[in-house]
């Protein structure tokens, strides 16, 4: 099986109305454009979100201008040049295909086939449980005839049907209609590779909208696709690299070069930010992916392909510092176990996580991202992101951790059972539940005077709990308001002024456990208040006095990373700033010059002879100190790597 290292992603969906589809498509040419960005794998469509195939298909619709079978000669043109090629079939949406079989569309719980406004790719949506699941199975048994590198099966979200044959099933299986949906979709990826395992072909594999632990049996690689100026953002990478890494498996960092999002035919990024994407990527471990979206003719768009090659230049120096490197990490932040689910239902807990990503790489901080059910027991410090609650099973392993010296930052909810009655470990936490907080808004305010940290009262904007020492030192208080946020007949109470404490805590600290008495994560994902950020600077000092990195003068919009290939360890250092532009536009035009850094690399105990930065080799002063190796780096603009073996 290829494992890709600069890939190129083609969107190529293409509406039935298009009257020259493929008309002046050279393969060769466009192959050999590929070649030239550097690329040794592409994906592209035998079939699109639209329902339009772009083989010779017995089962499915080719696409009604399409003379001949563009995917068998772009897959032969690529594969003459050393370009390895997956299929790409869109398995959630099949617009044409729904159009002439309503009884494969998903029937929404209020009773819809059409979700409104139909001015979205989603408007239709597939039922995998109707005759549509063995269909898809048609189409990929008609690629498998074909010498494709692998499969990449798009959109496959779990839409919940209330259709004929979902609503008897769930009846029988007892669950609601989210539920079965789930279970519909584990369905049939668990289908799909089956299908591919029988076939004995050692292909790449990847589900995208599924999460990573119900693909992991079949799945042979993992994606992050994430185009941040069209809906992701600048931190989402950040955060879920440093999930999809944990899983043990090669991975893709998906970024488009699109100005905004998907099907932009006419825009295009700045090269800072598409350079930005790669070396972020490259920095926890994911080689890059950059989408196109494919001209229906078949037009060669020159700028866009000199953008990558230029770009991927640039990375490819890098790369002798990046194969196989894997990233090294003392904190693990523990997100609630609905986070990855996409959902509307997950929003909380999708915007806690983002919080404490962003609070957590904004202090430098060198973490992975977990689900409750994975190890971690190897890091130092966990983060528990605001809605991380136990069961029996949690319990015990996070009893089982502290026992063995490990430290705990807990913020909301998390710590409750599952219910929300109570702290499920009373004693090691230090504190009693007390219910949710009355106060809209509720303020803190330090016990004792810290610097770096106003001393007033501090608005917490989000609701939280309210809790009281039971044996905890607190750390902060909690302050009211004279009264809530309210309209009471009369007025609209909008001035609320800090009144007095009101005993309860807002922080407190029981030996190896600090609580957050509010959602420290989806406060700052909402509010970015440097105050609380400091806070939890603080508490994560008391926790790792020594930490494994520590970057002086680098600005808080930087960003850390250090991976480890032997006894060679890198220290991957950003300084970009997304710039806000327009209504909706975060633009990265150039990366920003800083100077004067001060570095602090701590690797227990082992020696080092040389520092240097790469690619170019510069030497760069250090000296041991505290425990590790101070380094000097006189400058840098927009990234540097600093190599210490």
Not at 34 to 46: E, M, N, P, S, V
């Amino acid at each position: 099986m290829h494992i890709p290292k600069f890939a190129v992603f083609y969107d190529f969906h293409t509406m039935p109305a298009c009257p020259d589809v493929g008309a002046g498509f050279d393969c060769d040419a466009a192959a050999e454009q590929l070649k030239r960005c550097g690329a040794d794998f592409t994906i592209f469509a035998a079939r699109c979100n639209l329902g339009m195939a772009y083989y010779d298909t017995k089962t499915g619709i080719r696409h009604p201008a399409l003379k001949y079978d563009l995917f068998g000669r772009f897959l032969e043109a690529c594969h003459k040049r050393g370009i390895a090629v997956s299929a790409y079939m869109n398995v959630g949406l099949s617009q044409e295909e729904g159009l002439r079989h309503r009884d494969w569309l998903t029937v929404s719980p209020e009773g819809e086939i059409y979700r409104q406004p139909c001015n979205v790719h989603e408007y239709r949506t597939m039922c995998y449980n109707s005759p549509y699941g063995d269909h898809v199975l048609a189409m990929i048994d008609e690629l498998l005839e074909y010498p494709v590198d692998g499969f990449f099966f798009d959109c496959l979200t779990p839409h919940p049907c209330i259709g004929a044959e979902c609503i008897r099933e769930m009846r029988e299986r007892k669950m609601n209609p989210s539920e079965f949906a789930w279970f519909s979709q584990k369905r049939m990826v668990d289908r799909i590779g089956r299908k591919i395992k029988d076939s004995r072909r050692d292909l790449l594999l990847y589900y995208n909208c599924v999460r990573p632990t119900d693909q992991l049996e079949w799945s042979t690689y993992l994606e992050y696709e994430c185009l941040p100026t069209g809906g992701w953002g600048y931190e989402s990478l950040q955060l879920n690299a440093r999930h999809l890494r944990t899983f043990g498996k090669p991975m893709l960092n998906m970024t488009g070069r699109f100005h905004e999002t998907w099907g932009d035919f006419g825009g295009i990024r700045t090269r800072a930010s598409l350079l930005y994407d790669c070396i972020t990527g490259l920095a926890n471990t994911l080689p890059p992916n950059i989408g196109d979206h494919f001209h229906p003719r078949g037009d060669l768009n020159h700028a866009v392909y000199d953008l990558i090659a230029d770009v991927y230049g640039e990375v490819r120096r890098l790369m002798p510092w990046a194969d196989g490197a894997k990233a090294v990490a003392e904190v693990a932040m523990i997100q609630p176990p609905d986070t990855p689910d996409n959902s509307l239902e997950a929003v909380p807990s999708i915007y806690s996580a983002q919080g404490w990503g962003r609070i957590l790489c904004e202090l430098k901080c060198q973490f992975d991202v977990l689900l409750p059910h994975q190890d971690f027991t190897k890091y130092k410090v966990i983060v528990l992101a605001d809605r991380v609650r136990f069961d029996e099973t949690l319990k015990e392993r996070i009893r089982s951790y502290l026992a063995q010296g490990g430290k705990i930052i807990s913020s909301g909810w998390s710590g409750l059972d599952g219910s929300g009655t109570h702290f499920v470990l009373p004693d090691e936490w230090g504190a009693e539940y007390l219910g949710e907080s009355p106060h809209d808004p509720a303020y803190f305010r330090l016990a004792e005077k810290t610097e770096g940290i106003p001393d007033m009262p501090v608005t917490l904007y989000e609701k939280g709990i309210s809790m009281r020492a039971a044996g905890a030192e607190i750390l902060a208080e909690i302050v009211a308001p004279y009264y809530n946020r309210q309209f009471d007949g009369e007025h609209y109470y909008s001035y609320l002024p800090p009144d007095r404490k009101d005993g309860c805590a807002a922080l407190t600290l029981a030996g190896q456990v600090a609580h957050f008495s509010h959602p420290v994560g989806f406060g700052y994902y909402k509010h970015a208040q440097v105050p609380v950020r400091e806070l939890v600077g603080n508490v994560l000092k008391r926790f790792l006095p020594e930490p494994l990195l520590e970057v002086r003068g680098l600005p808080s919009f930087g960003r850390t990373a250090v991976t480890r290939q032997g006894n060679r360890h890198m220290i991957w250092l950003t300084a970009f700033v997304p710039e806000r532009r327009g209504e909706k536009i975060d633009m990265i035009e150039e990366g920003c010059e800083v100077s004067g850094l001060e570095i602090v690399l701590r690797l227990n105990g082992q020696k080092v002879s040389r520092v240097y930065t790469a690619p170019d080799c510069t030497e760069l002063s250090f000296t041991e100190v505290d425990g590790g190796y101070k380094i000097l780096l006189p400058s840098m603009k927009g990234y540097a790597v600093v190599v210490a073996e």
